[in-house]
């Protein structure tokens, strides 16, 4: 997804975000999209949210959920309550209770800082976030 694309999934999904009654944040290249930092693009938008959030929006957006395979239990990423959902818009993935490498991911705020965001891509650690770390780090040294 474009940019234009991004901010337009996200203003469609938002109300129905702040109606679920349940703390929420974005990540990724989404969030990092409506932080305004140099990405092109984002192939969806990731929320993570408690287990009960993501139950609610499991609820809410049951015609939008998109058929998948469990994760490996063994994997780095955990969820309690994992889902994909393909809404008119784009893609969303939510990721309920997301544990990384067994810990509970803590975040802060529905689009986390930058530097909140350097810190969730350098604890994920994949070539792909690190790679996104280094764009982002860039960014914010620029001002």
Do not use: C
Request: aromatic content about 6%; glycine content about 12%.
């Amino acid at each position: 997804m474009s940019p234009d694309e991004l901010r337009d999934l996200f203003a469609y999904i938002a109300p129905d975000l702040d109606l679920m009654a349940a703390p929420w944040s974005l990540i990724g290249s989404g969030a990092l999209i409506l932080l305004g930092a140099p990405v092109d693009e984002a192939a969806d938008l990731d929320i993570v949210t408690g287990a009960d959030g993501a139950g609610r929006l499991r609820a809410a957006w049951a015609d939008w959920l998109a058929p998948g395979e469990a994760k490996p239990p063994d994997g780095p990423f955990r969820s309690d309550d994992f889902a994909r959902y393909e809404t008119p818009l784009g893609p969303v993935e939510v990721m309920g209770g997301l544990r990384v490498r067994g810990r509970l991911l803590d975040v802060t705020g529905p689009i986390p800082s930058g530097n909140e965001q350097l810190r969730i891509l350098r604890l994920f650690g994949r070539p792909k976030d690190l790679a996104k770390a280094a764009t982002l780090e860039a960014w914010l040294a620029a001002g």
